[in-house]
């Protein structure tokens, strides 16, 4: 069974898709056999960035699917990272409900969530609804996106912290760099100079919570599912 990092949240244009491409060529770079699924029939983001990629010649290559989640099911998308080692999923705006379902069985969720009120509220509130369904508060991470200076990253880190909740090392600044990046193929990992260190701090940190989840998993193997009478019991 593959391990499952998936990218996730309520709302488009936070970078879930930015990041779920970066760490898919990072994992591949390290030899990790590994999938990318993009669970956005309508948009396909990353299934053409992935078409991009092969057309210009960009290596390593990287193994795209488009799944439909309403088609297969929770345990399709599952099904999806069979003969891989890294199965990465990148999901569109989805409800909470739905989100739930894909934290149940992600080994890590990443919430990417820019600085604003705006964005931070829903992120908090989502956050809240999965470790309030039992999905473990480790396994989830925020990461900021598409940030423009260093007041707004100290109001956001700040703002998760009076809530309860820290957000990884590093950001994505919002920087037309990155876009061109990815119009070409290419992840913001491939980026030069500052922009690729801070790139490469933020995935570092999601592959470190993988890492920590991998020992965690090793002392204690059961994986947690969440069940769809969970959500009964909610008053869904």
Not at 40 to 66: F, H
Request: aromatic share 6%; charged share 25%; hydrophobic share 40%.
């Amino acid at each position: 069974m593959a391990w499952v990092v998936s990218f996730a949240g309520q709302k488009g244009g936070t970078g879930k898709s930015m990041l779920s491409q970066a760490f898919a060529v990072d994992t591949q770079k390290r030899g990790r056999a590994t999938l990318l699924a993009d669970l956005d029939v309508a948009q396909r983001t990353s299934a053409e960035w992935g078409e991009a990629r092969v057309l210009n010649g960009y290596e390593p290559r990287i193994k795209v699917a488009v799944i439909d989640p309403e088609k297969y099911g929770d345990f399709g998308v599952r099904a999806a990272g069979d003969g891989c080692e890294v199965l990465v999923i990148d999901a569109p705006g989805w409800s909470d409900e739905k989100t739930l379902m894909l934290a149940g069985f992600s080994d890590v969720m990443v919430l990417p969530t820019g600085a604003s009120v705006a964005d931070l509220r829903p992120t908090i509130r989502l956050m809240h609804e999965l470790t309030g369904a039992g999905i473990a508060k480790d396994r989830i991470v925020t990461a900021l996106c598409r940030v423009d200076s260093a007041g707004e990253i100290e109001f956001a880190r700040s703002y998760l912290a009076e809530a309860g909740f820290s957000c990884l090392q590093g950001v994505l600044r919002d920087m037309p760099t990155y876009r061109t990046l990815q119009n070409e193929g290419r992840c913001v990992l491939e980026a030069g100079g500052k922009l690729r260190e801070e790139a490469a701090a933020i995935i570092g940190a999601i592959r470190a919570t993988l890492e920590r989840e991998q020992v965690r998993r090793q002392a204690k193997p059961e994986r947690f599912v969440l069940a769809p009478e969970r959500f009964q019991d909610r008053g869904r």
